[in-house]
């Protein structure tokens, strides 16, 4: 078989403009040489000649040489697509940058980082991820590798690594790997196999770790030997209890050991916080029980200063308790779990909770000092969080030198507030649901009878002896109509019409009304920050937060006091450091109102924005001002939270998200207008569930000069759009109503009726509607509403188009 050898590559031949190029180089050179003979002769023309002919043959060389190099790069280009979907299963995020600073290649991983593509020193690490990325960069070019070891980016971290390469090595490869964040089983683990676990064994201490099944992850050289002996074999695999064995008194001893060696003390130590019924990782001290095992002072003086370091050591909230009671050893994390500060004069256990659970702990730590009590879990009350109860695990410490009792605290403060916060945003989103309904069902009661006041009155004159009750009732259903109003924008269902502005010309605007509502005892601060981004919002919801937020404060300064507005910029590495679970890192626009009030209860802090809550006099407060306030800011996907301390003031601290976009044209709304001639024609089908609703909407239109026909849901309404006789200029249909909705009726009519006018009442938010609905040419008429105001909207739906 004739064996395969590699063909040459050929030089590439010459296309059209090639040969057009070598047609005018010979042209050249022969014109030249003409004209050389005709001015020149003798030797200067043939000097001139030579130098002519090699001027030509090495411009046509060079050429020639460009022309193959092309051809060469031509045919062996980079094929990046194929790089990518090499990239694609790829477990670490991998970019490919040029000598120019270009991006020519990333992984799916990597577009993911930010949520689209940017170079790698553009990516939003925090401080001082984008300076250690340019430096690397720079080392990478000059060095041809470079790392860095930590890169923070929300919640995970990245290592980087840079290499140069290539076959010019003119590119970079950037590779970012995620590291994995060390639990405190890690950290036990590497203890117990590590550094630490030596000393404790040198205090006479065993320690392993187990999982949730008792099996053992790891272990110090002590148990080792002791548990196994010379032959040292690995325990790590095996079940603890296979190790250990039970004696008919109730002792435990190691499986190896015989009747006459010293029964153990095992201290279990949980390394995760509890899960109910599941058992997690645990760690386990296991000392003997006889106290001769370490009898010499000095030994057991060296004994406590390890165990002491050692326990400094572990992330676990542990401490010692001496017989008496009284404190012998705290480390950082039990004193950070107890919120202890180094100011605080903590002497017994008791000192750390509440007056009510004191008993309960200095009766349990007399009992485990005894030797008269099982490890178990305590339910206490922390001085420095009073609010829910924390688990304080208790069991003997025997042979842990002067120590009688171990106490152990879990740091389950962060846990504690997310669950307060969820529960909080829960029943706050369940109250708001609660509120928009019963809003939206007493508009249509308000519309009836503000719509029958209006019919009332077109039968009387000022002066009859009827027309001011009238206008009565009329005036109290607008309170009331204002009250859900306030009901609907708790409920994140009002509608809104958000611009693009900047938050200190709001503050500006309403700053001389604000100094007249507080009156002259109270002196108004206004303080801006800079460099404040824009802000998408509604101006006068906007304003009404504010106005709503100065009149509480000016209420709880009855003797005067100060009030402060100030606008401050929020950065996203400044979120990420405020650690909130519910706010997503982004860049906001803060503003704080703060004032020196007498400050509201932490027991009611939790409640002030829920509706109908107030601690005001009877008669001086509906309860809906703070929950038109959360509402309004939740509706702008912004943010509120309040903070107070009794006797030095209140603050609220308002975030609002940045946005860059332009404010979208916004549909007009209806127009309302109360006067003016509402006179019309044409044939206009109402529909509309409420029977009260319909009856006036009826009357009101067809005083108007329209026909009406009417339907109390879609499909009668569907039924009447059938009819032969019947040609419609207006459909006037409420929003939600059973069976069949109203955008279902518009799709359907649409079908056979392409241009059909549309006006939709509810009294839901529009904005919401719209969002919802997804209806091209259709009008919203917000309940409730006057006679005029039906009127004018039918004849602006019907002029429109």
């Known amino acids: ?45 043939l000097l001139y000649a030579g130098a002519l002919a090699a001027g030509f043959a090495l411009a046509f060389l ?38 120019a600073g270009k991006m020519v290649c990333a992984s799916p991983l990597y577009e993911g980082l930010a949520g689209h593509l940017m170079m790698p020193r553009e990516l939003p690490f925090e401080a001082p991820g984008p300076e250690l990325l340019t430096k690397a960069c720079r080392a990478a070019w000059r060095d041809g590798e470079a790392r860095v070891a930590e890169l923070v980016l929300g919640q995970r971290r990245f290592s980087a690594l840079l290499r140069r390469c290539g076959q010019q090595e003119d590119h970079i490869v950037w590779r970012f790997r995620v590291v994995k964040a ?68 109730g002792s435990i001893r190691l499986a190896r050991d015989g009747d006459e060696a010293p029964s153990l003390r095992i201290i279990p130590i949980p390394l995760t916080p509890d899960r109910g019924d599941e058992e997690g990782p645990t760690a386990f001290l296991i000392l003997d029980e006889d106290p001769d095992a370490i009898t010499a002072a000095a030994a057991r003086g060296a004994a406590t200063h390890h165990l002491h370091g050692l326990l400094a050591m572990l992330p676990l909230g542990l401490a010692l308790v001496e017989r008496d009671g009284r404190f012998l050893f ?32 200095s009766d349990a730590v007399r009992r485990f000092a005894g030797g008269r009590a099982l490890p178990g879990d305590l ?17 003997n410490a025997k042979g842990l030198g002067d120590a009688a009792v171990l106490l152990s605290l879990k740091d389950d403060s962060e846990q504690s507030t997310l669950k307060r916060q969820i529960a909080q945003a829960t029943k706050m989103q369940a109250v708001g649901q609660l509120a928009g309904g019963v809003a939206h069902d007493f508009n ?112 709880a300064m009855p003797d005067g006091g100060r009030l402060t507005l100030q606008t401050y910029a929020v950065s996203a590495s400044e979120v990420r450091r405020m650690r909130s679970d519910i706010m997503p890192i982004a860049e906001y626009v803060a503003l704080k109102v703060s004032d020196t009030g007498v400050g509201i209860p932490q027991e009611n802090l939790s409640k002030i924005f829920e509706p109908f809550f107030t601690t005001k006099e009877v008669g001086k407060g509906t309860g809906l001002g703070l929950s038109t306030v959360y509402g309004i800011v939740k509706q702008t996907d912004g943010f509120i939270f309040a903070n107070s301390e009794m006797g030095h003031g209140t603050s609220f601290v308002i975030y609002l998200p940045v946005t860059q976009a332009p404010a979208p044209v916004e549909q007009a709304p209806v127009r309302v207008d109360t006067g003016g001639e509402l ?118 739906t019907l002029a429109d188009g």
């Open 679 to 796: 006179w019309g024609t044409g044939t206009i089908l109402l529909v509309e569930d409420e029977a009260m609703v319909r009856a006036v909407a009826e009357r009101a239109l067809t005083r108007q000069g329209y026909k009406v026909l009417v339907a109390g849901n879609g499909e009668e309404a569907l039924e009447v759009l059938e009819r032969d006789d019947v040609s419609i200029d207006l459909l006037i249909s409420d929003v939600v109503m059973p069976a069949m909705d109203g955008p279902t009726l518009v799709r359907h009519a649409r079908e056979s009726y392409p241009d059909l006018k549309v006006l939709f009442m509810s009294g839901y938010a529009e904005e919401q509607l719209r969002k919802s609905i997804a209806i091209d040419r259709v009008s919203f008429l917000s309940k409730p509403f006057s006679v005029q105001q039906l009127g004018q909207a039918a004849r602006d």
């Open 444 to 555: 249509n009661i308000l519309t009836a009878i503000i719509g029958h006041c209006d019919l009332m009155a077109m039968r009387h004159t000022p002066g009859d002896i009827d027309y001011d009750d009238i206008q009565q009732i009329k005036h109290n259903s607008n309170r009331a109509a204002a009250l859900t109003r306030q009901l609907l924008a708790f409920s994140r269902q009002q509608t809104l019409r958000p611009q693009v502005l900047q938050l200190p010309e709001v503050i500006s605007e309403i700053s001389q009304l604000i100094r007249r509502l507080i009156g002259e005892t109270i002196k108004l601060e206004v303080k801006h920050g800079r460099n404040l981004g824009m802000i998408r919002a509604d101006p006068g919801q906007l304003e009404q937060v504010i106005v709503n937020l100065c009149v509480n404060a000016r209420d």
């Open 182 to 249: 060390e639990t405190p089983l890690d950290r036990t683990r590497a203890l117990a196999m590590g550094h630490g676990g030596q000393r404790l064994g040198e205090a006479g201490v065993m320690m392993v770790v187990v999982d949730g099944s008792g099996i053992l992850l790891a272990a110090n050289e002590v148990f080792h030997r002791r548990a196994l002996g010379d032959e040292g074999g690995l325990v790590d695999g095996m079940p603890l209890i296979d190790l250990l064995r039970t004696d008919a008194d």
């Open 62 to 99: 060079l050429w020639r040489l460009d022309v193959a190099g092309a051809g060469r790069s031509a045919s062996h280009p980079t094929d990046w697509g194929l790089m990518r979907a090499a990239f694609i299963d790829a477990l670490d995020a991998v970019a490919i940058t040029n000598r």
């Open 379 to 395: 339910a206490v009350r922390l001085k420095s969080r009073s609010e829910e109860p924390v688990a304080l695990t208790i069991a």
């Open 1 to 45: 078989m004739a064996s395969l050898s590699p063909i040459a590559p050929r030089a590439p031949r010459l296309s059209r403009p090639g040969i057009a190029i070598v047609a005018a180089l010979v042209i050249g050179l022969a014109v030249s040489l003409l004209f050389g003979w005709e001015y020149l002769g003798g030797m200067q023309f």
């Open 330 to 361: 705290l480390n950082e994390a039990f004193a950070r779990a107890a919120g202890i500060s180094q100011s605080d004069q903590i002497v017994y256990p008791s000192d750390l909770v509440v007056e009510e659970d004191k008993g309960t702990v």
